[in-house]
């Protein structure tokens, strides 16, 4: 249980800290500097055109998502570990899905944004999308199992289990288009060696994108693991007040 | 005589236990404590917290604050390993439909490591033998089908029996059997609590009556 | 029970029992022989019918065996926890400390052993149906890829069926958390099954490496399944 | 007052009645007649057809042989017509889960044509108004259900009542309400048949009592 | 009731009840919205990944959509039984004497809402993932064809529900039942949904006619259902 936050007045149960504030206005600028870099300083690619100045959205969401969806793993299995086992790991798994559920939704779409404009369609049965879809609706059931209902602990410990089977997807996701030949880009960035060579400003746009889009990972999970945590909290004090009240109709029971 | 670790006397030993269900406290705060030998009758008004009791004392649900301990085995750590040592019936009998009573109760006999003698013991000790013996469960009267569950609990030698509302269903002779086997472990050393509403009837099998009432216990004296 | 406090069952033992179960409730209700294989035959039948082309039927006939196969799963895991929901079974087995990983490889079994009727006769029928080759080479490869794919379709529907089997809403539940999850079951039997077919004209030794996938799958839900089971049924 | 039509003083009139339930004769030859304004209590073994006479009665199940009347109305021919006259509780309840126990009631009130303020009626002489009625009926307490489901029957104006063990799960209060009910009924014109294995209890409510064994029906002096 | 006698509601009044009834259900438990939608959509992915050519896709995608919503029905029509069997509310019903055509009426209306909401989601899925073309000019036709195919499936489903609701082995029984019967709706749905894409070059007047199959087919079945229902659940 997280009792550091119960000594606090309820005037400080929000979920912002002067970090996260500080860190809201860096992203701020950060998010700013990122268009100012993709939309109009940044060259327009050989092939793709003006088009390319989608990825610096599209491949840090995809980047950012796989991030998420592993930190889901690793808390899991902090969760999981009866050593380190406490419910703040749990909300963090959780807090984090969301985050990456939201992440891989930014990079569906941009990816299909995307595909109209050079493939001439919005989605295709290549593997690389179908293998994304996939992830994303195991972590739309992810989110539902979470939501079964029960008390924290069995949330917690059904939701760790799903999480680790879930992000075993991952290495599919991102092997798919060697295990398959595919229209999608290869592993460009982070691939083994590949002849194909980024303008060193595309370059630089795109390691700004993925800076920014980890703030705004950051401060998304550390704002909604809060919220987690507040929301249990209100189901613990709401206890409290079932239990005082469950108590008195005891007494007036009484003979 | 049923085994049981010598010096640990005090079967059940709760000390202002919280169970909840979904957000509600079923149990508020309830203390209670049964020595071994004893039959302990649960009583109170519906929705009072008796199921969530015994649910509570067999290891299926958990421990949310408070202190509690069965058989010795801290309920807050450890409640996975009080399951195999308690007996417990619910409001389900928990059959399958499609097969015959014997087969439902070797089954159930067999989980728990009874032998063939043992199971066969239990069905004539709730007087399944015979034609019922062979007959798929599905087709049973309600009464029936309690039997066949209680014939499966019977099977197993339990140091603690969780019984919940265990006479509903059954007829004059199967109550009558049934506190006779219960009496007849409570005698050789196991432990019994019951939960009902037929007070009259059970007040004649237990040793000690306990009252429910709102998520919490009282104690009433003996019968 | 060596100390004479009556225990419960071995893991083994406890499989074994849940399997023999299983499998005699099968034989008592034949739920399998007289309503999934027909089911399943009118699913690959409904194929055929959209698709409406013999050209491209040949050509995904083993596609269709899979997916057919996987529509059937779903069924049967609804159906094998049916079973031990109906009237508390599955309660009474938690109650009974019944070990959990003995539950979960009794079920699998029992699911396994059905599975493996049902993907021997959908073959059957897409040589029949669909004209797909059969070739006597390809029929080791066959015959693997049928049991690991089996196994991993039991190990994962009898996982994912026993964490939906409490929840209310089940019936819907369960086919969210499955289906995603065996995409690769269904890609990598396909494939493999196409080069054990020989469908357009995939050489058999390219069948092999998907063979290696679903082993992996296979093991890892079987593992997952066994260690994880308890947990995901306890409150 | 319930309204009756006049001249139909032989509510249930059964002779040598055979109802089957799969190839087994559950009812073997019974024979009955029972007159409005009686509270008639079945008692006998597990098994012995209890069940299958009360769904007989209350046109569930056909008549396989022998004769048989209820409320004037042939079971041969048209047993359809004594359902919407018929109130009936079986073992189970018949309540949806998701839906809160007052949704419930009202539903089953409105099924049959009854007006809201009797609905309400039947929610406060079960004891269901309060905190109960918003409450979904999955999360009630066993005896909580059985509550619900005896203030939906409650909520219509039954000719003939037809209870298979409705005790059962009831805490002290709830059948003493129940009782209540009963007797008002049963004095307003209705009449009652009652299955159930708490002989104390049911006899001190019914007028007249009949046990039923091995699908017979043998008559026993008023208690 | 003008005879004093307390009788059951009429049969409009019972069909309003039990539909309200059911969508309140729904409303509560939210299976529709959070579970079946999107295990129609995984069907689809799951489809065209089976498929895997964009070409055949493009051609069959009027297929899948409805091959897509069948099987959702059958996921629809037993959780919609399901609620009525758990606690053996549906003997509750017959024994209440409330109409049999009523209920029949009810269950149908509810599944029908349902099922259009669904049929809507899933066709506005088709137009993005399979590239299938929408003219406004289909637009007329897609809706009636929408409206009576589902007013037959719903119809056909709460028949053929009801059947297979007391029986043992439901799970498996309903989608034997169901399946060839809507044979005809899947094709007729199809060839109308197709000449409404203007998929392979067909004329939006040719689906009048298929529309014409799909209007006699809910009819049929609608009064079937409404005549058909008392006896069928009776014993
Ligand atoms: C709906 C359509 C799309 C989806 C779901 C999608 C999905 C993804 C995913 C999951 C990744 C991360 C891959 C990894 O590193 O493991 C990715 C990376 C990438 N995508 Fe897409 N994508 C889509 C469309 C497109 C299109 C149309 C293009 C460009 C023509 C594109 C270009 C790229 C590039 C360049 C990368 C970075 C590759 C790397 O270095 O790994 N994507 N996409
Ligand atoms: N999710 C929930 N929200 C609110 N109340 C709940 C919830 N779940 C259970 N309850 C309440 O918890 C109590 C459970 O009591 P329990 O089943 O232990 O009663 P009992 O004493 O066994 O009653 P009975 O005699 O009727 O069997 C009931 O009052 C029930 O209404
Ligand atoms: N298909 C069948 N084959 C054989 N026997 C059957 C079949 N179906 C029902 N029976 C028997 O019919 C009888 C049904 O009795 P019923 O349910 O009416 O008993 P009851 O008097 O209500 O009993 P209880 O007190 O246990 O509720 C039982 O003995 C049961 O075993
Ligand atoms: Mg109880
Ligand atoms: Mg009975």
Same mark, same amino acid.
């Given at each position: 249980m997280n009792t550091s936050m119960s000594k606090h007045s309820p005037r400080d149960r929000v979920t912002g800290t002067p970090f996260t504030r500080g860190l809201g206005v860096v992203i701020l600028a950060g998010i700013t500097l990122l268009i100012i870099l993709a939309i109009f300083v940044s060259p327009a690619d050989v092939n793709q055109g003006e088009s390319v100045r989608i990825m610096y959205a599209h491949v840090p969401g995809a980047w950012l998502a796989y991030?998420?969806?592993?930190?889901?793993?690793?808390?899991?299995?902090?969760?999981?570990?009866?050593?380190?086992?406490?419910?703040?790991?749990?909300?963090?798994?959780?807090?984090?899905?969301?985050?990456?559920?939201?992440?891989?939704?930014?990079?569906?779409?941009?990816?299909?944004?995307?595909?109209?404009?050079?493939?001439?369609?919005?989605?295709?049965?290549?593997?690389?999308?179908?293998?994304?879809?996939?992830?994303?609706?195991?972590?739309?059931?992810?989110?539902?199992?979470?939501?079964?209902?029960g008390t924290h602990q069995q949330r917690a410990r059904r939701s760790a289990v799903l999480a680790l089977l879930a992000v075993l997807e991952i290495p599919l996701v991102h092997f798919s288009v060697q295990l398959w030949n595919t229209l999608h880009q290869e592993a460009s960035v982070a691939g083994r060696g590949t002849d194909v060579e980024m303008d060193g400003l595309m370059l630089f746009t795109l390691f700004l994108g993925v800076v920014v889009f980890t703030l705004m990972y950051v401060w998304l999970v550390l704002h909604r693991q809060r919220s987690l945590a507040l929301d249990d909290m209100l189901d613990d004090s709401g206890l409290d007040n079932a239990l005082t009240a469950r108590r008195a109709e005891a007494q007036g029971v009484a003979r | 005589m049923i085994a049981h670790e010598p010096g640990i006397d005090v079967v059940i030993d709760l000390s202002d236990a919280v169970a909840v269900l979904g957000s509600f406290p079923a149990l508020a705060g309830a203390t209670l404590s049964v020595n071994r030998g004893e039959i302990v009758l649960l009583r109170g008004p519906n929705g009072a917290g008796k199921t969530t009791l015994l649910r509570l004392c067999a290891g299926l649900i958990p421990l949310e604050r408070g202190h509690g301990q069965v058989l010795g085995i801290d309920l807050k750590n450890d409640r996975e390993l009080v399951r195999h040592r308690v007996g417990v019936i619910g409001h389900n009998n928990g059959l399958y439909g499609d097969l015959t009573v014997s087969e439902n109760?070797?089954?159930?006999?067999?989980?728990?490591?009874?032998?063939?003698?043992?199971?066969?013991?239990?069905? #004539? /000790?709730?007087? &399944?033998? =015979?034609?019922? !013996?062979?007959?798929?469960?599905?087709?049973?009267?309600?009464?029936?089908? #309690? /039997?066949?569950? &209680?014939? =499966?609990?019977? !099977?197993r030698r339990a140091e603690l029996w969780l019984l919940d509302e265990p006479h509903a269903g059954l007829d004059a002779t199967g109550r009558d059997e049934l506190d006779q086997v219960l009496k007849m472990a409570a005698a050789a050393g196991a432990t019994v609590m019951v939960a009902s509403h037929e007070l009259e009837r059970a007040a004649q099998l237990a040793t000690r009556q306990v009252e429910v009432v709102a998520g919490q216990v009282r104690e009433i004296g003996a019968p | 029970m060596s100390n004479s406090v009556p225990g419960s069952a071995g893991?083994?033992?406890?499989?074994?029992?849940?399997?023999?179960?299983?499998?005699?409730?099968?034989?008592?209700?034949?739920?399998?022989?007289?309503?999934?294989?027909?089911?399943?035959?009118?699913?690959?039948?409904?194929?055929?019918?959209?698709?409406?082309?013999?050209?491209?039927?040949?050509?995904?006939?083993?596609?269709?065996?899979?997916?057919?196969?996987?529509?059937?799963?779903?069924?049967?895991?609804?159906?094998?926890?049916?079973?031990?929901?109906?009237?508390?079974?599955?309660?009474?087995?938690?109650?009974?400390?019944?070990?959990?990983?003995?539950?979960?490889?009794?079920?699998?079994?029992?699911?396994?052993?059905?599975?493996?009727?049902l993907v021997a006769l959908?073959?059957?029928?897409?040589?029949?149906?669909?004209?797909?080759?059969?070739?006597?080479?390809?029929?080791?490869?066959?015959?693997?890829?049928?049991?690991?794919?089996?196994?991993?379709?039991?190990?994962?529907?009898?996982?994912?069926?026993?964490?939906?089997?409490?929840?209310?809403?089940?019936?819907?539940?369960?086919?969210?958390?499955?289906?995603?999850?065996?995409?690769?079951?269904?890609?990598?039997?396909?494939?493999?099954?196409?080069?054990?077919?020989?469908?357009?004209?995939?050489?058999?030794?390219?069948?092999?490496?998907?063979?290696?996938?679903?082993?992996?799958?296979?093991?890892?839900?079987?593992?997952?399944?066994?260690?994880?089971?308890?947990?995901?049924?306890?409150?």
């Open positions: 991030l998420a969806f592993v930190v889901t793993g690793i808390s899991s299995v902090a969760y999981l570990w009866k050593r380190t086992r406490s419910l703040t790991w749990d909300r963090i798994a959780g807090a984090s899905a969301e985050v990456g559920v939201l992440f891989m939704g930014i990079s569906l779409v941009t990816g299909s944004l995307w595909g109209r404009i050079t493939w001439g369609t919005y989605w295709t049965w290549d593997a690389r999308l179908t293998t994304t879809a996939f992830l994303f609706v195991t972590y739309i059931g992810y989110l539902a199992v979470r939501g079964l209902g | 109760v070797r089954f159930w006999g067999r989980t728990v490591g009874a032998t063939r003698a043992e199971v066969d013991a239990a069905l #004539r /000790r709730m007087g &399944l033998d =015979g034609r019922l !013996a062979d007959l798929p469960v599905s087709r049973l009267s309600a009464g029936q089908k #309690r /039997r066949t569950a &209680l014939a =499966g609990l019977v !099977a | 893991v083994i033992a406890t499989a074994r029992l849940i399997a023999a179960k299983d499998l005699r409730v099968e034989r008592r209700s034949r739920v399998l022989l007289n309503q999934v294989l027909p089911f399943a035959l009118i699913v690959m039948v409904m194929f055929a019918f959209a698709l409406d082309s013999d050209a491209v039927l040949e050509r995904v006939a083993p596609g269709l065996v899979w997916l057919a196969t996987l529509f059937s799963v779903l069924v049967m895991v609804s159906r094998s926890f049916a079973v031990e929901t109906g009237d508390g079974a599955l309660d009474q087995l938690r109650s009974a400390g019944v070990p959990a990983t003995g539950i979960f490889i009794g079920k699998m079994l029992a699911l396994m052993v059905q599975l493996m009727v959908l073959v059957g029928a897409a040589v029949v149906l669909y004209r797909a080759h059969f070739s006597w080479a390809g029929g080791v490869l066959l015959v693997t890829t049928a049991t690991a794919a089996t196994c991993g379709l039991a190990a994962v529907g009898t996982l994912y069926g026993g964490l939906a089997a409490g929840a209310k809403g089940r019936e819907t539940l369960l086919p969210l958390l499955l289906l995603p999850v065996v995409a690769p079951v269904l890609i990598g039997a396909t494939r493999a099954t196409e080069s054990a077919f020989g469908t357009n004209g995939i050489a058999i030794s390219e069948g092999w490496p998907w063979l290696g996938l679903l082993v992996v799958f296979a093991v890892l839900f079987s593992v997952a399944g066994a260690v994880a089971f308890g947990p995901l049924l306890d409150e």
